[in-house]
C-alpha cells in the first residue's frame, strides 16, 4: 500500500513538471491582429476620413508613439465608410510577437469636427488614445482595444 501511493505522488509530480514544460516551450498565440472597436454612442454620423502610418513622433492625450513602427491591418473600413449613431466599426491591427504595429484614425464629425484615435499594438500591450476637434464637438475614450465617441 505504501508503494502504492509513492509510485501515485511520483506520477502525480512527473505530470506536473511536463505540463509546466510544455507551456514555457509554446510559442505565442497565433492571432495576427488584434481587434479594436470605435462605438459610435452620438447622434452624429462619423466619417472615416483615413488611417495613415503615424507622422515624425506623436503624442495623443496619454501615449507617445515613435512612427518607427509600421502600418498593417489584417482588417478594416474602406476611407469614406461611415459609423451611424449606435454601430460598431472594427479595426484589426497586424500583431506579431516581438514587433510594434501602429496607425491613426481620422473621423469626420458629421454636423462639424473631427476625432483622432492612436492606436498601437505590441508584443506586451494594446495603447490607444484619442482627441476631438474642437472639444465642443464630443469626447472620445481609447482605452486599450476598446474606443468611443459620445457627444
Known amino acids: ?31 495576427a491582429s488584434r481587434g479594436y472597436r470605435l462605438h459610435n454612442n452620438s447622434s452624429h454620423d462619423l466619417k472615416l476620413e483615413a488611417a495613415k502610418p503615424l507622422p515624425g513622433f506623436v503624442c495623443n492625450a496619454s501615449i507617445c508613439v515613435d512612427t518607427g513602427q509600421p502600418m498593417a491591418f489584417e482588417g478594416r473600413p474602406a476611407n469614406g465608410s461611415v459609423i451611424a449613431p449606435g454601430a460598431v466599426h472594427a479595426w484589426e491591427l497586424k500583431y506579431e510577437f516581438g514587433s510594434t504595429y501602429a496607425a491613426q484614425l481620422k473621423y469626420d464629425i458629421v454636423g462639424g469636427g473631427t476625432v483622432e484615435y492612436t492606436i498601437e499594438t505590441s508584443t506586451f500591450s494594446n495603447t490607444s488614445a484619442c482627441k476631438v476637434v474642437p472639444a465642443s464637438a464630443g469626447t472620445c475614450i481609447a482605452h486599450g482595444l476598446s474606443l468611443t465617441f459620445k457627444n
Do not use: E
Not at 512527473?14 to 509554446?26: D, G, I, K, R, V
Open 1 to 31: 500500500m505504501k508503494n502504492t501511493k509513492t509510485r501515485m505522488r511520483t506520477l502525480s509530480v512527473l505530470l506536473a513538471c511536463a505540463a509546466t514544460a510544455a507551456l514555457f516551450t509554446a510559442g505565442p498565440a497565433s492571432a
